[in-house]
């Protein structure tokens, strides 16, 4: 099942793995701001080779240092119909998940005014709807910040198709609000809802819609003039907005401009001048020219480590995820909607900030290659490893990424994406790498930077925590093997009844041997619902492997496929019915024989119940 998510996770780890191996000494010192010229040379051969290789039809990027802007060029188009090449200083790209940098930003803007507390319970400023106690400790907005609020994930129905369909935000938050699932502050998970979350309590305590705030409060002030929060772009931008594309069969599939209904998590459509302006604010502790967006010790607090599952591994920073890239602590973010992809990146140690952004979907692969190439060049330097940490032995099993759904349809991607860590001979295998010891309850890849912690949750919950995502061990009944086994079972069992069936009448029929009425319709009632099963099986094992949308719903095609395990339901329980009241009129064979498949039946239906497929979980 296609799902649509934010980058950061996989990019994240592609980064880990393409920058230098790590090693144990000093962090790299300040470093000089680089020369307009070098920049440009390198931007022009690396754009020209990640774009062409990976079949992206544009990009654009901004590098600021020293309080102003180093370098800024467009490369290849915006606009591929109409031939539009990209343009730094006007052509808009949909920055995505980045615009969670400016809800968080607008965050700390009230939590200087004093109408905020970033440790208070987010339900004291709400009123329209409450998130529930499922846990004694209550959700903070540095929760959500850190992406600690201990939410599922849910992707369905994100986005609309078009303005109208765009519900109020109060309204679209109480309605689709995710399960709690584990408790706030243990792990971290993250979450677009717990951003829209933080924009909405912004609106109610500023008493200004998210777009206007951010326009009046963070735009104006750093004169982004060529950007906007709002959807759709304004008439006089929209001209300039940058279209997204996917390739297919040899040619570029422009893609639609989908709305976002959690506009707090990622709205704001940007230029990369106007963006090394942001960039330039923050890396000048929230001055820009003669304009504050924040005070000096709120902007270094912003910027202050507020969460690490593990402190020798990178963690989050009042909403900027840290990543340590050539002894280099840098906060980022990144972005990834309908075929935008872009990363922001500042490194506060050399006081420098690099924007790039592409139009494909393609282009994040882009990006894995052209941003370590960038710190190696630029900003060359080793890693240290920090001490500290605790000693957590290895626990075998599959492990899931910590965002995931639990109340919906979406459980089941877990099961196909669950991963597998084993011990070996004292290193850890895990997500297709090898892990050696670095210290106590740490471990460091093998041939990449990328480190690996194992957290022990509060709840009692085993947990490997690595620079990019979290994963969470999974009980034995969530796991793939236990999980193929009973599909594969049913499966087998089910075949025997739907092949059975002609195969008995048949047999009957020449041995002149009557089957009683009763037995016969517990049989076909049992090879109906087998029947009903196997198809189910074969249709929703598609859906998994192909490019099934959820973004706008559920699709209609999918809805009417979860009508078979219901049906398969139904017959069931006549079956079991009929089969109890026949029971004493069939031979020894048929009755073991009809108990298998009606276990076969009953071993399906828990596999659709366990993974939200039995009903509507929308």
């Given at each position: 099942?296609?799902?649509?998510?934010?980058?950061?996770?996989?990019?994240?780890?592609?980064?880990?793995?393409?920058?230098?191996?790590?090693v144990?000494?000093?962090?790299?010192?300040?470093?000089?701001?680089?020369?307009?010229?070098?920049?440009?040379?390198?931007?022009?051969?690396?754009?020209?080779?990640g774009?062409?290789?990976?079949?992206?039809?544009?990009?654009?990027?901004?590098?600021?240092?020293?309080?102003?802007?180093?370098f800024?060029?467009?490369?290849?188009?915006?606009?591929?119909?109409?031939?539009?090449?990209?343009?730094?200083?006007?052509s808009?790209?949909?920055?995505?998940?980045?615009?969670?940098?400016?809800?968080?930003?607008?965050?700390?803007?009230?939590?200087?005014?004093?109408?905020?507390?970033?440790?208070?319970?987010?339900?004291?400023?709400?009123?329209?709807?409450?998130?529930?106690a499922?846990y004694?400790?209550?959700?903070?907005?540095?929760?959500?910040?850190?992406?600690?609020?201990?939410?599922?994930?849910?992707?369905?129905?994100?986005?609309?198709?078009?303005?109208?369909?765009?519900?109020?935000l109060?309204?679209?938050?109480?309605?689709?609000?995710?399960?709690?699932v584990?408790?706030?502050?243990?792990?971290?998970?993250?979450?677009?809802?717990?951003?829209?979350?933080?924009?909405y309590?912004?609106?109610?305590?500023?008493?200004?819609?998210?777009?206007?705030?951010?326009?009046?409060?963070?735009?104006?002030?750093?004169?982004?003039?060529?950007?906007?929060?709002?959807?759709?772009?304004?008439?006089?931008?929209?001209?300039?907005?940058?279209?997204?594309?996917?390739?297919?069969?040899?040619?570029?599939?422009?893609?639609?401009?989908?709305?976002?209904?959690?506009?707090?998590?990622?709205?704001?459509?940007?230029?990369?001048?106007?963006?090394?302006?942001?960039?330039?604010?923050?890396?000048?502790?929230?001055?820009?020219?003669?304009?504050?967006?924040?005070?000096?010790?709120?902007?270094?607090?912003?910027?202050?480590?507020?969460?690490?599952?593990?402190?020798?591994?990178?963690?989050?920073?009042?909403?900027?995820?840290?990543?340590?890239?050539?002894g280099?602590?840098?906060?980022?973010h990144?972005?990834?909607?309908?075929?935008?992809?872009?990363?922001?990146?500042?490194?506060?140690?050399?006081?420098?900030?690099?924007?790039?952004?592409?139009?494909?979907?393609?282009?994040?692969?882009?990006?894995?290659t052209?941003?370590?190439?960038?710190?190696?060049?630029?900003?060359?330097?080793?890693?240290?490893?920090?001490?500290?940490?605790?000693?957590?032995?290895?626990?075998?099993?599959?492990?899931?990424?910590?965002?995931?759904a639990?109340?919906?349809?979406?459980?089941?991607?877990?099961?196909?994406?669950?991963?597998?860590?084993?011990?070996?001979?004292?290193?850890?295998?895990?997500?297709?790498?090898?892990?050696?010891?670095?210290?106590?309850?740490?471990?460091?890849?093998?041939?990449?930077?990328?480190?690996?912690?194992?957290?022990?949750?509060?709840?009692g919950?085993?947990?490997?925590?690595?620079?990019?995502?979290?994963?969470?061990?999974?009980?034995?009944?969530?796991?793939?093997?236990?999980?193929?086994?009973?599909?594969?079972?049913?499966?087998?069992t089910?075949?025997?009844?739907v092949?059975?069936?002609?195969?008995?009448?048949?047999?009957?029929?020449?041995?002149?041997?009557?089957?009683?009425?009763?037995?016969?319709?517990?049989?076909?009632?049992?090879?109906?619902?087998?029947?009903?099963?196997?198809?189910?099986?074969?249709?929703?094992?598609?859906?998994?492997?192909?490019?099934?949308?959820?973004?706008?719903?559920?699709?209609?095609?999918?809805?009417?496929?979860?009508?078979?395990?219901l049906?398969?339901?139904?017959?069931?329980v006549?079956?079991?019915?009929?089969?109890?009241?026949?029971?004493?009129?069939?031979?020894?064979?048929?009755?073991?024989?009809?108990?298998?498949?009606?276990?076969?039946?009953?071993?399906?239906?828990?596999?659709?119940?366990?993974?939200?497929?039995?009903?509507?979980?929308?």
């Amino acid at each position: 099942m296609y799902v649509v998510r934010s980058m950061l996770a996989a990019v994240c780890a592609a980064l880990m793995i393409l920058v230098p191996p790590c090693v144990t000494s000093p962090a790299a010192a300040a470093t000089a701001v680089p020369d307009e010229h070098a920049l440009a040379d390198f931007f022009d051969a690396a754009m020209a080779d990640g774009l062409a290789a990976n079949h992206v039809p544009g990009a654009v990027v901004s590098v600021v240092g020293g309080g102003k802007t180093l370098f800024s060029k467009g490369y290849g188009l915006a606009d591929v119909e109409n031939r539009r090449p990209f343009d730094p200083d006007t052509s808009l790209v949909r920055i995505a998940s980045i615009t969670k940098l400016f809800t968080w930003t607008a965050v700390m803007q009230q939590v200087q005014q004093g109408r905020l507390d970033l440790k208070a319970d987010v339900n004291r400023y709400l009123t329209a709807f409450r998130i529930p106690a499922t846990y004694p400790r209550p959700i903070t907005l540095l929760d959500l910040m850190d992406h600690t609020a201990g939410f599922e994930d849910r992707t369905i129905g994100v986005g609309s198709r078009s303005k109208d369909d765009v519900p109020p935000l109060a309204d679209y938050l109480a309605e689709n609000m995710p399960a709690r699932v584990r408790p706030p502050g243990e792990v971290s998970a993250y979450s677009n809802y717990g951003a829209a979350l933080a924009g909405y309590i912004v609106s109610r305590v500023s008493g200004q819609p998210y777009d206007e705030y951010v326009r009046d409060h963070i735009l104006g002030p750093l004169t982004m003039r060529h950007s906007t929060p709002a959807e759709p772009v304004p008439a006089p931008l929209a001209a300039d907005l940058a279209r997204s594309y996917d390739y297919e069969g040899g040619a570029y599939r422009r893609k639609p401009f989908v709305f976002d209904n959690l506009a707090p998590d990622g709205s704001i459509s940007a230029t990369a001048n106007d963006m090394a302006h942001f960039m330039i604010a923050h890396l000048r502790d929230g001055r820009f020219g003669d304009q504050r967006i924040l005070d000096e010790a709120t902007a270094r607090e912003m910027h202050r480590r507020t969460f690490a599952a593990d402190p020798r591994i990178d963690g989050y920073a009042h909403g900027f995820k840290e990543q340590t890239l050539n002894g280099h602590r840098v906060i980022m973010h990144d972005g990834g909607w309908e075929g935008f992809q872009s990363g922001l990146l500042l490194v506060p140690d050399a006081d420098l900030g690099l924007f790039v952004s592409t139009n494909s979907m393609s282009g994040a692969d882009a990006l894995t290659t052209i941003i370590p190439a960038f710190f190696d060049r630029f900003l060359p330097g080793k890693r240290a490893v920090p001490g500290g940490g605790a000693s957590v032995m290895p626990v075998e099993g599959f492990y899931k990424l910590t965002r995931s759904a639990e109340s919906s349809i979406e459980k089941v991607v877990a099961l196909t994406s669950s991963t597998r860590l084993r011990v070996e001979g004292g290193k850890l295998t895990f997500r297709g790498s090898t892990w050696s010891p670095l210290g106590p309850g740490l471990y460091q890849q093998d041939g990449g930077t990328q480190r690996l912690a194992l957290v022990t949750g509060g709840s009692g919950a085993a947990y490997v925590a690595t620079d990019g995502p979290a994963y969470q061990r999974v009980p034995w009944w969530d796991t793939p093997p236990v999980n193929v086994v009973i599909v594969l079972l049913f499966a087998v069992t089910a075949l025997t009844a739907v092949l059975g069936l002609p195969v008995a009448a048949v047999v009957g029929r020449a041995r002149k041997r009557p089957v009683p009425r009763v037995w016969r319709a517990a049989r076909v009632l049992t090879g109906l619902a087998a029947a009903a099963g196997l198809v189910f099986v074969v249709l929703f094992a598609l859906v998994l492997t192909g490019d099934t949308s959820i973004l706008y719903g559920v699709p209609a095609d999918v809805q009417a496929l979860l009508v078979l395990p219901l049906l398969v339901f139904a017959l069931t329980v006549a079956a079991i019915a009929t089969t109890v009241r026949g029971w004493r009129r069939a031979g020894v064979l048929a009755r073991g024989h009809q108990v298998v498949v009606l276990a076969g039946l009953l071993a399906l239906l828990w596999f659709c119940w366990h993974w939200n497929l039995l009903g509507w979980h929308l």
